[in-house]
């Protein structure tokens, strides 16, 4: 069936670069997302790629895709506090229903 | 991309009470669903709300307990029916533009006691 995983924390000092992993079972995924949600709001969309790329830069965030090994990976450059949140990968589903998996998410803390 | 406004932000109910949320779109889009995020967990997709016709839900979720409606391709509710200390969570809606891509509202926080 249909699954993603994700480490459940990663701990950063500000400035560093983070790299929040996550891996996937539907090789038939178009889409692949990242979310970003902060203390007591919705989903926020950051990136997606497109599963016939390898990689997608956008400003700070990388997006890295190894589609043999069906891991995703989400780089942010120059961690600030402010990228303090949970971040979620998710993957359209391959039924068609335009559904997403998401998965765990993980808690990126950004200590100062 | 679209702008979903979601309401309310936040409720403490009664259990046995129901609720109703609501999902408004400034624009037309193809498709709406709602998801359930409980405390500490991942998002879980309940049902996709489908207009003019009843909506398709997951494994585990039933219409009796969280009916939707769409009535038009701008708006859907959803109610959490008989509720009882379990069905606390946040509930979020969804939607898919054919230009905005899957766009999120900011979540209903529902506490029942």
């Known amino acids: 069936g249909e699954d993603v995983e994700q480490s459940l924390f990663l701990s950063v000092r500000e400035g560093d670069s983070s790299v929040i992993n996550c891996t996937y079972t539907?090789?038939?995924?178009?889409?692949l997302y990242w979310y970003k949600q902060e203390p007591g709001a919705g989903l926020q969309l950051l990136t997606y790629?497109?599963?016939?790329?390898d990689m997608k830069q956008d400003q700070r965030l990388t997006v890295l895709l190894n589609k043999k090994d069906k891991h995703l990976s989400l780089r942010i450059a120059d961690t600030q506090t402010g990228d303090s949140a949970i971040y979620f990968c998710a993957e359209i589903g391959s039924s068609n229903t335009g559904k997403l998996i998401f998965g765990q998410g993980t808690t990126l803390q950004v200590k100062p | 991309s679209a702008v979903i406004s979601q309401k309310p932000s936040r409720d403490i109910c009664q259990r046995g009470t129901s609720l109703t949320i609501q999902c408004q779109v400034d624009s037309q889009v193809t498709m709406m669903f709602w998801y359930r995020q409980q405390p500490g967990q991942s998002l879980t997709l309940i049902a996709t709300?489908?207009?003019?016709?009843?909506?398709?839900?997951e494994s585990g979720f039933v219409i009796d307990k969280f009916p939707i409606s769409r009535p038009n391709l701008t708006f859907s509710t959803l109610t959490v029916s008989n509720m009882s200390p379990e069905d606390s969570s946040i509930y979020l809606c969804s939607v898919l533009g054919q230009i905005s891509g899957y766009t999120f509202g900011s979540g209903t926080r529902l506490t029942v006691v």
């Open positions: 790629i497109f599963s016939n790329m």
């Open positions: 539907d090789s038939s995924s178009t889409y």
């Open positions: 709300a489908n207009q003019g016709s009843e909506a398709t839900y």
